[in-house]
């Protein structure tokens, strides 16, 4: 029984050194992207075909203390968002370029991306985010996953920090990270559940993935629109 025990106290030991490894290795490499000094990318979502809203690709560009540049489209609306500092703006098909604060002040979907681009957060803060919410990170080469806490798929569904937002219930999910030459190259999680908004359940199965390009190599160009808001 003692033996059985040593073993058992063992195994779990190392299976938390490995553990705590891994993290800190994903870690490492999102780091090192960051520390590239500037990279692009590529996100995609993949919902059931009966969703109702659709995400399309959003595409972002940023520079280490610099600029980021986000454009992404919902169904047939595309909206486009700089981030410099704690200064945000934002321009969509309905108007010009404004702040998020003034945004915020409004209704509807304007709203929405003001309160979603304040707590926006780079694809290399972002992987770090999602690994610390991975309850059993693995390794199989250059490739880390894990599933998701219940509270990390949580925030995942609810493109947002905090506990605010819609209730959500049965939330569930995955992450994966591919690592080439010690840097992040590429994440993807999945998340599923049920939210409710205003009273009505809506399931929620979703796939996004990211793929980052153009490392140390980006330039970020700010739209004359935004850089005259930013400086207003």
Known sequence: MRIQTFLLCATTVLA???FADSKEDLTKAAKALSDKGSYG??????VPPDTQFRPGPTDGKTEKDGATYVKMSINDNTTECVIKGKN????????GWQSASELENGEGRGRFMAARMKNFTAPAEQAVEIAGDVKDLKKDGDVYSGDLTEEGAKKLMRFRRGGD???ISGAKG????????????????KVKGSMNFN????DVDRTTTTEIKDVGTTKVSIPEGAQKKLSS
């Open 165 to 167: 937002g819609p209730q």
């Open 199 to 202: 009273g009505n359940d809506v």
């Open 41 to 46: 990318w590529r996100t995609t979502v993949v």
């Open 16 to 18: 938390s050194t490995v």
């Open 174 to 189: 995955s992450a994966k990270f591919w690592v080439n030459d010690g840097v992040l190259s590429k994440f993807e999680y």
């Open 88 to 95: 945000v703006v934002i321009k969509n098909e309905e108007s």
